[in-house]
């Protein structure tokens, strides 16, 4: 059963720390993404690639939040420095980009405390 | 700009009864797509149904149905003999634009199923 596969699930950190998220897409999706959900804000875009080439990173904070693709089968998002704002789930999410309007499927999400 | 209004902030049912979950875009594009994803209380997000802007069908799956009407521009949701496992947060999202791959979602309606 294919999924997207995050970690670490949960991740308490104290303010000023890195903390980095990991995801591998499914197997053979090409568009890959990163969505952050807060009660405030639900559920807002930071990032994306295709063909793990970033496309639009608009939603992302630039001064803080970077988002890379170093092979197919890994997705990092760092925060350097996290501040308690940043307290949220993070979503992972890919799909085939197919011409059809894929179906993006996402991780279980990645819960962040920020102290 | 695309939006996604979904009013309904929180609705309870009893057990057994039907609900009806609605959702309603905005775009300019002629060509978009239309998804409903499931939050249970675990957290992830479970993709529901794709639909895209050249099928008006209606469509059935076991106790769930989704009504789209391009005339009233809504895409709304239907469940059949409710049950608490329907209980959630769902949420409808747009994604238009071939080649633009970001989905835009609804603040989502939350679904509770008093057993």
Known sequence: ?115 | AQKVTQAQTEISVVEKEDVTLDCVYETRDTTYYLFWYKQPPSGELVFLIRRNSFDEQNEISGRYSWNFQKSTSSFNFTITASQVVDSAVYFCALKANFGNEKLTFGTGTRLTIIP
């Open chain 1, 1 to 115: 059963d294919a999924r997207v596969t995050q970690t670490p699930r949960h991740k308490v950190t104290e303010m000023g720390q890195e903390v980095t998220m990991r995801c591998q897409p499914i197997l053979g999706h090409n568009t890959v993404f990163w969505y952050r959900q807060t009660m405030m804000q639900g559920l807002e875009l930071l990032a994306y690639f295709r063909n793990r080439a970033p496309l639009d990173d608009s939603g992302m904070p630039k001064d803080r939040f970077s988002a890379e693709m170093p092979d197919a089968t890994l997705a990092t998002l760092k925060i350097q420095p996290s501040e308690p704002r940043d307290s949220a789930v993070y979503f992972c999410a890919s799909g085939p980009n197919d011409g059809l309007g894929n179906t993006i499927y996402f991780g279980e999400g990645s819960w962040l405390t920020v102290v």
